[in-house]
Structures are given as C-alpha cells and as structure tokens.
T-cell receptor, first 114, second 111 residues
Framework: ETGVTQTPRHLVMGMTNKKSLKCEQHLGHNAMYWYKQSAKKPLELMFVYSLEERVENNSVPSRFSPECPNSSHLFLHLHTLQPEDSALYLC?????????????FGPGTRLTVL | QKEVEQDPGPLSVPEGAIVSLNCTYSNSAFQYFMWYRQYSRKGPELLMYTYSSGNKEDGRFTAQVDKSSKYISLFIRDSQPSDSATYLCAMIGQGAQKLVFGQGTRLTINP
C-alpha cells in the first residue's frame, strides 16, 4: 500500500446506525486530517491531529468522533447521523514543518445517510 | 466575504486550448499557494505549489501568484481530455496547519 488509503470507499447507513471510517497513511507523516466535501461547497476541515494530539476541531457536531491511535492511523466514528451529513469524507496527511505543509489525500469514503 | 473565492464553472474548452483557472483571496498572511486536481470519485491530488509571488512551471502547467492583487492562476497549455477534472486552489500561512480551499472549478476538455 502506498500513499493514503481509506476504507470503506462507500457506506450507506441509517440515522440510528454506528459506523467507523478508517484512514491509514504510508508516508511517514506526523499530521492527519479529516475533511468533509459536499457538492458546491469548499472542502471543510473537520479535525486535525498533529503528533497524535487533536489540535483543531472546527465546531463539528458530537455525532462525529475522531480517534488517532498512532501517527499512521485515523478513525472517524459516526453515530446518529443526519441526512445532511451525506458527503465525501476525505482523509489527508502531511509532514508539519515551517513550510508549505502539503497535504496528501486519500480517495475518500462516499457516505450516504438514509 | 469568503477567505478564498473560486469560480465553480463549469468551464468547457476544446482540446489544445490554453486554460486559465483563477482564485482570489483576502488574507494577506497566506504564503503558500497550491493547486489540487480532483478526478471524479477520487481524492484531490497535489499538482504544484508556489511560495509567495512569482511563477512556477511544471510541464504543461504554470502556477502564477500575484500577492499585491491577492490573485493566483493556474495555466494549462495544450489541454488534453485527460485534464478534465475539478481544480481546487488552496493556500496556507507560514507554519500554519490549516489549508484554506476554494470551491473548485470543474473543467472539461472536449476532444
């Protein structure tokens, strides 16, 4: 495996379900991110983990719960979601320096909430 | 006012044309300017980035930054149908972690 991988690629869930999204980076980076991508809107940053500590949480509803057990893995736990949470969820990683902090993205999980 | 403005298009041009994609921004603290390409059903892929003002060329792609006007551009020469994708601009301040993205411009190159 190379780069950033995400599983599952597609997920359909009901509003009462609990599911988790998984991300793994094989780039040796020290920061990982969750983004939400909805139609006709810019990418929305949800969570940032740097050196396995959460450094940013952009007022994301508590029905989204991130977990970063080590620098290579990132999870997004989902429960009691709403239909408006249907979107493409993207994971990214970067090596945080004083420079550009280029982020490398995974293929995303397409989530549909019924 | 949004921090980054990008015309969502769609933009449709014939094969071989020169394509110009643009973003404007309001935050003068931004120092690094990036362009990502996103094919349908895929994650964004970093194309190139530029530090501060100036031009950067990579093959058929040229990125241009004008900090005095808070305006960045991506030019694609000799466009190909395989260039059809959504192009997102993104920018970040020195030492920052939060990339700020434009909405993305959907581009179609017609054979």
């Amino acid at each position: 495996e190379t780069g950033v991988t995400q599983t599952p690629r597609h997920l359909v869930m009901g509003m009462t379900n609990k599911k988790s999204l998984k991300c793994e980076q094989h780039l040796g980076h020290n920061a990982m991110y969750w983004y939400k991508q909805s139609a006709k809107k810019p990418l929305e940053l949800m969570f940032v983990y740097s050196l396995e500590e959460r450094v940013e949480n952009n007022s994301v509803p508590s029905r989204f719960s991130p977990e970063c057990p080590n620098s290579s893995h990132l999870f997004l736990h989902l429960h009691t979601l709403q239909p408006e949470d249907s979107a493409l969820y993207l994971c990214a990683s970067s090596q945080v320096t004083s420079g550009a902090n280029e982020q490398f993205f995974g293929p995303g999980t397409r989530l549909t909430v019924l | 006012q949004k921090e980054v403005e990008q015309d969502p298009g769609p933009l449709s041009v014939p094969e071989g044309a020169i394509v110009s994609l643009n973003c404007t921004y309001s935050n003068s603290a931004f120092q690094y300017f990036m362009w990502y390409r996103q094919y349908s059903r895929k994650g964004p892929e970093l194309l190139m980035y530029t530090y501060s003002s100036g031009n950067k060329e990579d093959g058929r792609f040229t990125a241009q930054v004008d900090k005095s006007s808070k305006y960045i551009s991506l030019f694609i020469r000799d466009s190909q149908p395989s260039d059809s994708a959504t192009y997102l601009c993104a920018m970040i301040g020195q030492g920052a972690q939060k990339l700020v993205f434009g909405q993305g411009t959907r581009l179609t190159i017609n054979p």
